[in-house]
């Protein structure tokens, strides 16, 4: 596993378990449910399961590095582009580091959000990197693109919604999409119909006070505290490393 921090949702793990071993695996499959409640960390760990053969590949997933693992996240446009650039060419040199920086934080913190103050949504020209890159891949291997906070695939324009759907039509042989969301509402039908979906609820109260203690958070009126975030832990976990009152 590369997260020694997560709560696994057993049920859930042991479905993604069995398609694994029966090598019966969608081409896409939708995360989705509350905030906070982990369900990142599952796509990464699902993606790591699928791609994990050797030691080297472990190392290489926990630093974002593998080839057949790409992660797709709302970027903010602050260059101009043209079609056929790189999305990252959209990001300015301190904004690029910051990228960097919060993929670090992630494979440390599966609660934690890789996400820019900035105004920022899923570029088009992410979905069309996938488009020229997709063929390029080791045919013994699966290739995952988790797409983060998906439904901003859709809104405000659905342009790269649209985009995606097309490749969803017709993916090459072991090319698997992972979509997280928290607002499952804002995809497009279409983008829903071609996926296997799997709900991930809140997580319960003692699962919340069991992970503080074991990871040495310590907080009064926890339980307050969990009630004003809605049992989202990453935005308690925020709450308390910033000591907010």
């Known amino acids: 596993m590369i997260y020694k921090n997560l709560i696994i949702n057993i049920k859930i793990w042991n479905k993604l378990e069995k ?12 995360f989705h449910g509350p905030k906070g409640n982990g ?3 599952h796509a990464i760990e699902f993606s790591s399961l699928l791609n994990y053969k050797t030691k ?10 593998h080839p057949n693992i790409e992660l797709i996240t709302p970027l903010p446009k602050e260059k101009t582009i043209n079609k056929n650039s790189n999305a990252l060419n959209a990001l300015s040199h301190k904004s690029l580091e910051q990228y960097i920086d919060l ?3 992630k494979m440390l913190n599966p609660y934690q959000k890789i996400k820019f103050k ?8 992410s979905i069309r990197d996938i488009k020229k890159n997709i ?6 291997r699966n290739r995952i693109y988790l797409i983060f906070e998906a439904e901003k695939l859709c809104y405000p324009k659905n342009e790269p919604g649209n985009a995606l759907l097309k490749i969803l039509e017709e993916p090459p042989p072991n090319t698997i999409f992972i979509l997280v969301t928290s607002n499952k509402e804002k ?20 699962q919340i006070i069991q992970y503080l203690k074991n990871n040495h958070y310590q907080c009064d009126n926890i339980n307050l505290l969990i009630k004003l975030c809605d049992n989202d832990l990453n935005l308690i976990l925020e709450m308390i490393e910033e000591e907010i009152d």
Do not use: V, W
């Open 135 to 140: 063929h390029y891949r080791n045919a013994e």
């Open 39 to 41: 369900k990142e960390g």
């Open 19 to 30: 398609m694994y071993h029966s090598k019966k695996i969608p081409h896409a499959l939708l």
């Open 187 to 206: 995809i497009l039908d279409t983008i829903l119909s071609r996926c296997c979906e799997f709900y991930y609820p809140k997580l319960t109260e003692h």
């Open 56 to 65: 080297a590949d472990l190392e290489k997933i926990k630093l974002f590095q």
């Open 118 to 125: 900035k105004r920022s949504t899923i570029l088009i020209n």
């Open 103 to 105: 993929k670090k934080q």
